[in-house]
């Protein structure tokens, strides 16, 4: 017997399988330095925490209505309007299990089979993948080799009369780029004028720097933006399974159906801490936005100080996209490397469809980026 053609052409996440693959090495007693995790290294704040514990001992355990309770979307629909200027009601708002799932449910619900989406490069590990799950075509757009940003004349020569939505996201995995409100007002005159349905992972939006500001692409075209954010990241709340998707009224309905036939709901003690993180103190988020700017810092100017590596400085999230290009070695050669040699993970650009880089995930302690650091500085001398 076999297994369907789909999951078989389904590739694993690598993200994944390296942190897998770094345990393992750990278990061993190997000591790892692992910069390949998407994955904030500080605790859930307490607040938090304490919401849920207090969610267990009064009885909320059981179902909720498929598309996540009512006090949950209404403190989204309120941090939506206060933060991003985003005015949708409660009922334009899904909860699911992760942000993750709300990017694919929101495929399920706009691809037919044969529908293309443009996923611009480089993109997270998972795109391409939930595209062909949900029986659509992933289109791979090449970016500015400089910039790493989609540009409106690109766009523009890659839609097609297949062409059913794109993907943005920023601020970006795998290379930290913001798109100003100039650079998405230029892609948004494309979307608006070929009809274009757009999915916005937002999910970094609180990890910017430099004066960078997170600007919603659904404030320039609202009628054809599906708004995906979630408490992963921001509250370092990754195992909690939390993420929402904000839009037009029927594409919400239709992933609330889809959802009431997969999950059922999202985890109810989950979505009682999410409420106590959207509304609660947000001191939290703030130190750890201070604490991944010095990292930030730190890692690129170390990185750029070995000859051979060189990366631009991240404007969001916490990932450095280092060009390996002089080392005349693929992506995942030179990952394999390091992890054999150096014991330091990290992500190969080819992953995210960009070759000749790596990802690294600055989202550890500083001391682990300085080990880090001088073991790739000894890795890459070795070459």
């Known amino acids: 017997m076999n297994i369907s053609k789909k999951a078989e052409n389904t590739a694993p996440s690598e993200t994944l399988a390296i942190s897998a693959k770094c345990k393992e090495l750990k278990n061993q007693g190997l000591d790892v330095v692992n ?31 498929a598309s996540g309770i009512l006090e949950l979307k209404e403190a989204i629909a309120k941090k939506l309007l206060e933060d991003n200027g985003l005015k949708y009601e409660p009922q334009q708002i899904v909860v699911s299990s992760g942000a993750k799932h709300s990017i694919y449910n929101s495929l399920l619900a706009l691809c037919d089979p044969g529908d293309e989406v443009l996923i611009p490069t480089p993109y997270w590990v998972s795109y391409c993948e939930m595209v062909k799950l949900a029986g659509g075509i992933p289109v791979v757009l090449p970016t500015d080799e400089d910039t790493l940003k989609l540009t409106p004349q ?36 494309v979307i608006k004028e ?45 195992g909690w399974r939390i993420g929402y998707t904000a839009g037009n009224i029927n594409v919400i309905k239709a992933i609330s159906r889809i959802q009431s036939q997969t ?26 936005r201070v604490e991944f700017d010095k990292r930030r810092r730190f890692m690129a100017d170390r990185l750029n100080n070995i000859h051979g590596l060189s990366c631009k400085m991240p404007e969001g999230a916490f990932y450095l996209f280092c060009n390996i290009k002089a080392l005349s070695l693929s992506s ?21 469809g960009t070759e000749g880089f790596i990802r690294i995930s600055y989202a550890t302690s500083l001391p682990c980026l300085e080990k880090a650091g001088d073991r790739i500085q000894e890795a890459v001398k070795s070459l």
């Open 35 to 65: 910069l390949s995790v998407g994955e904030p290294d500080f605790d859930t704040p307490q607040h938090i925490k304490d919401a849920a514990i207090s969610a267990i001992n009064k009885g909320f355990t059981k179902y909720t209505d």
């Open 263 to 288: 999950t059922s709901n999202p985890c109810s003690i989950s979505q009682y801490a999410a409420i106590a993180a959207i509304t609660g103190q947000q001191e939290c988020v703030n130190e750890m």
């Open 332 to 352: 995942e050669e030179f990952s394999a490397r390091l992890l054999e040699k150096a014991q330091v993970a990290v992500v190969p650009g080819k992953a995210f």
């Open 194 to 238: 070929k009809g274009l349905w757009v999915i916005s992972d937002e999910v970094y939006e609180r990890f910017v720097y430099d004066g960078n500001k997170h600007i919603s692409i659904a404030t320039l075209i609202p009628d054809q933006t599906i708004v995906i954010n979630g408490t992963s990241k921001t509250y370092s709340m990754t």
């Open 154 to 189: 690109d766009l523009e020569k890659a839609v097609s009369s297949k062409t059913k939505g794109i993907i943005l996201n920023s601020p970006q995995n795998p290379a930290g780029i913001v798109y100003s409100e100039d650079e998405l007002l230029g892609l948004a005159v």
